[in-house]
Nanobody, 119 residues
């Protein structure tokens, strides 16, 4: 299983970015039944979960991004998205996508994509 994250970049405060995480190596039913998540890690800080969507479609967000970020998935494309609006400097971090495989519970990680929010 491989995850490829993309969409990061430099954006001004208040701006928007859309991250994508394309997966390969899973069949449709496995991908759709698995939990997909976005994490982030800022310099000197621990990795934290930002948004999560379960196989049944339940969604949860970190308090710090509620109302600003939206996680979604396209099962047919085996891709997970993170729409980030109203970005703040404190959102600056490397963002990682995660797939927790249904059945085994094994975690797969993407390579990370840098998001920098600065004027």
């Amino acid at each position: 299983v491989q995850l490829q994250a993309s969409g990061g970049g430099l954006v001004q405060p208040g701006g928007s970015l859309r991250l994508s995480c394309a997966t390969s190596g899973t069949i449709l039913s496995t991908f759709s039944g698995s939990t997909k998540a976005w994490y982030r890690q800022a310099p000197g800080k621990q990795r934290e979960v930002v948004a999560l969507i379960t196989g049944s479609g339940s969604i949860s967000y970190a308090d710090s991004v509620k109302g600003r970020f939206t996680i979604s998935r396209d099962n047919a494309k085996r891709t997970v998205y993170l729409q980030m609006n109203s970005l703040k400097p404190e959102d600056t971090a490397v963002y990682f996508c995660n797939l927790r495989l249904v059945g085994t519970g094994y975690d797969y990680w993407g390579q990370g994509t840098q998001v920098t929010v600065s004027s």
